[in-house]
Each structure stands twice: as structure tokens, then as C-alpha cells.
């Protein structure tokens, strides 16, 4: 009785392979629309801390495995892409900053 509650309620903690997939979908379209902000606030030359902080929160984000390669694969893709635009903006916002006995 109580062990199969216990069981129950795990299983639906961590969801069947529709439910993994559904929250890694849900995850990736999160990265890629604070990638679109990003971006759009790069071109409006207004890129804040706040939205830097939003990507590496959004990439920090644990993901639930899926069974589905090609999804993960895809997953991976958007992964790897945010960190490296997020490795880019530190690169520049830390180039932008004085250095010490430099005068700007």
C-alpha cells in the first residue's frame, strides 16, 4: 500500500518519456526566446545585465533526457549555441571594462 503510493508518486514526479519530452521542448523554446531578446537587444545596443543573467540561468537550467536522439541532438544544438553566445558577451563586456591603471 504505502511502498506503491511511494512508487506512484515518484513516477509522477519524473513523468513518462511524453512528459520528458514535452518539458525539454519547453525548455529548448526558453533558451531560444532568451536568445532572441539577446539578440534583439544587441541590436537595439541596449543588451542589459539582467538579460545576460537570463541566458545563464536559462542554460544553467537542468534538462531531463529524453529517449529521442534526433530531439537530443537538437537540444544540444541550442546548448551549446546560447553558451557560446553567452561566452561571447562576457568576452566584450569584460574587454569594455578598465583595466587596472588604464584610464578611459
Known sequence: ????????????????????????????????DVLDEVKAALLGGDLSLVQMERLSRAIREERQQTDDARLEGVLDEIETRAAVELAKLEMAREASRPQVGESR
Open 1 to 32: 500500500g504505502v511502498a506503491g503510493l511511494g512508487a506512484l508518486l515518484a513516477l509522477q514526479e519524473t513523468g513518462g518519456p511524453l512528459e520528458r519530452r514535452r518539458r525539454a521542448v519547453s525548455r529548448a523554446g526558453r533558451l531560444l
